[in-house]
């Protein structure tokens, strides 16, 4: 049977205003586990991973936790358009959604879950969350500034550009973003103020973190982690966090020309949840 779920709009309180709609998973079964945040990634990526986020956070309210999805400002079906956002309406949005979940489970275990440049998002909001907490992350992207270059070439690619020309595109949209001038990616308009927060942006372990469930999904077998990922894993882990990693075989969804499903990062990421001791890579 499938999880009950409610659809809404919470109102922003933020300088941008406006609502931010949002989806509720309650958990099956008392007493709840824990309350879980996604953070979306944006532009296409946000469409193309909505059915994966629907089914992971269906089986997570199956497991027992309490999942809300939001859509930040300008993304989804919020208020505004992309060009309206900044990243710190992200931020704030994020503690938005994060506070809602805390005042109607109050006292359960707060797991942030950030896809891509969501993940970015999240590890910057739960910096500024006073609850303890964890992460929950799928691909999370190291560096914005690596995402904001993959976005940029998108532009280039799409254009049919050659090396050379598609080296001086990229270089115009960023004087473009250095102006303060939106530039088109991928059928969106990025924001300066989006941008210039993206490009900034690290992957860093918050303060009041100890916790970390790093899933990834990789098309080839045997399936493993970027080296990049397994550094920033060893480094947080010596810094006395429990960071466990898995690598699943499955498409990336995310950015597939048609929408596709990766069950195994279903099955797996509640699998990650429900083991407070971590379980080893690939188990």
């Excluded at 303890?132 to 799928?138: G, I």
Aim: hydrophobic residues 50%.
């Amino acid at each position: 049977m499938a999880t009950a779920f409610d659809a809404f709009y919470i109102r922003a309180a933020s300088r941008s205003g406006g609502q931010r709609f949002c989806v509720h998973h309650a958990p099956r079964g008392l007493p709840a586990r824990g309350v879980v945040l996604y953070v979306h990634p944006f532009a296409e990526e946000l469409n193309k991973s909505r059915r994966m986020a629907a089914m992971a956070s269906r089986a997570m309210a199956q497991a027992g936790f309490a999942v809300l999805q939001i859509d930040l400002l300008g993304c989804g079906d919020s208020s505004g358009e992309l060009s309206d956002a900044g990243w710190s309406d992200w931020i704030e949005d994020a503690l938005l959604g994060a506070d809602w979940l805390m005042n109607r489970y109050p006292g359960l275990p707060m797991w942030w879950w950030g896809l891509r440049a969501g993940a970015l998002v999240a590890s910057q909001a739960a910096q500024m969350c006073p609850r303890a907490s964890s992460l929950l992350l799928w691909q999370p992207a190291l560096s914005g500034k690596l995402l904001l270059n993959q976005f940029l070439r998108l532009n280039a690619a799409a254009a049919g550009l050659l090396d050379g020309s598609a080296k001086e595109a990229m270089a115009r949209s960023r004087q473009a973003l250095a102006a303060g001038d939106d530039v088109g990616v991928a059928g969106y308009r990025l924001p300066a103020a989006v941008a210039v927060g993206l490009e900034q942006a690290v992957l860093q372990l918050p303060e009041r973190v100890r916790t970390v469930r790093w899933l990834e999904v990789v098309a080839r077998e045997p399936a493993e982690l970027l080296p990049a990922s397994l550094a920033q894993v060893d480094k947080w882990n010596a810094d006395m966090c429990d960071a466990q990693t898995w690598a699943v075989s499955g498409p990336a969804f995310w950015q597939t020309q048609e929408i596709e499903d990766a069950p195994v990062l279903v099955y797996t990421t509640v699998r990650a949840l429900l083991s407070p001791a971590g379980l080893k890579s690939g188990e």
